[in-house]
């Protein structure tokens, strides 16, 4: 179900969305709920096999700012602030919605991570968002937002998520330290937990499909996340409905976090 928000709510408002892959992207959906309440946005690409799909989901959302950003390319992440300085000047938000891991060192035992992998994980994954915060954080205007995307697998074991956890465990540490840092010029940092969701990142995860179905029948809605579910979080953390909000980490995940046993009625 979505919610209808005034259309305004994010007029003349500007903002930098990272990690939109295609149309299921957590990211996407966060874009899309911006875009349809008056925000203005500019959209990163991870490659150049995701380009021509980024350009026509930027156009959909009325955008013909869409730069290249590979979190390991430092360059890269320096242009695309130049870009939004020449553009815009100043902004109002930006999401990170970047993570990844070797896909193979999501299988087995979280002990048997390779000392390489674990630093190209927590690198992409966790500097990456403060980085770009670094960045982005003096061309903010005041009331600024910044938005990160973590998993309950943070701070609870959750097989073949391994190496991923412990990097969201740092983010997650990061938006707390970030918030802090920040505060000062009255710019929030905030990150949102979802329940795992059909999604290209998702998918990455061993026994993708028992996790989803295992969810959806153990919380507190007896129903699955969705992208939209996300998306109207998302525009709530970047609006100033918010504007009270940092250093939260906001669980989308019908309040499976909540609880330690199945509920009665599923047993």
């Known amino acids: 179900m979505v919610i ?13 969305i990272t990690g939109v892959a295609n149309d299921h992207s957590i990211a996407w959906n966060i874009a899309k709920r911006l875009r349809q309440s008056g925000a203005e946005l500019a959209f990163t690409y991870q490659n150049e096999a995701l380009l021509s799909r980024v350009e026509k989901l930027a156009a959909m959302a009325g955008s013909d700012i869409v730069m290249p950003c590979d979190v390991e390319n430092d360059d890269q992440i320096e242009n695309i602030f130049h870009v939004l300085a020449e553009k815009w000047g100043k902004f109002d938000f930006f999401v990170h919605a970047i993570a990844f891991s070797d896909r193979n060192e999501l299988i087995g035992k979280y002990c048997n991570t390779n000392r390489q992998n674990f630093l190209n994980t927590l ?21 600024g937002s910044a938005l990160t995307l973590t998993y309950l697998g943070s701070s609870r074991p959750v097989p ?10 740092a983010l997650e540490a990061s938006v707390m330290y970030l ?52 998306g109207g979080s998302g525009l709530y953390l ?20 909540k609880f330690s046993v199945t509920l009665p009625e599923h047993i």
Do not use: W
């Open 179 to 230: 918030a802090y840092d920040l505060g000062e010029y009255k710019i929030r940092v905030n990150a949102i937990s979802a329940g795992p969701m059909r999604t290209l990142a998702g998918a990455g995860i061993g026994n993708a499909r028992k996790l989803y179905n295992f969810q959806a029948q153990h919380n507190a809605l007896n129903r699955p996340i969705n992208t939209e579910d996300i």
């Open 238 to 257: 970047l609006s100033d409905l918010s504007g009270g909000v940092t250093g939260e980490i906001h669980f989308v995940d019908c309040g499976f976090n």
């Open 160 to 169: 073949n998520y391994n190496v991923m956890g412990v990097a969201k465990a």
């Open 4 to 16: 209808e928000i005034a259309d305004n709510l994010m007029q003349g408002k500007r903002g930098l």
């Open 123 to 143: 690198n992409i994954s966790c500097y990456s968002f403060t980085h770009m915060c670094r960045l982005a954080y003096p061309m903010m205007n005041e009331g």
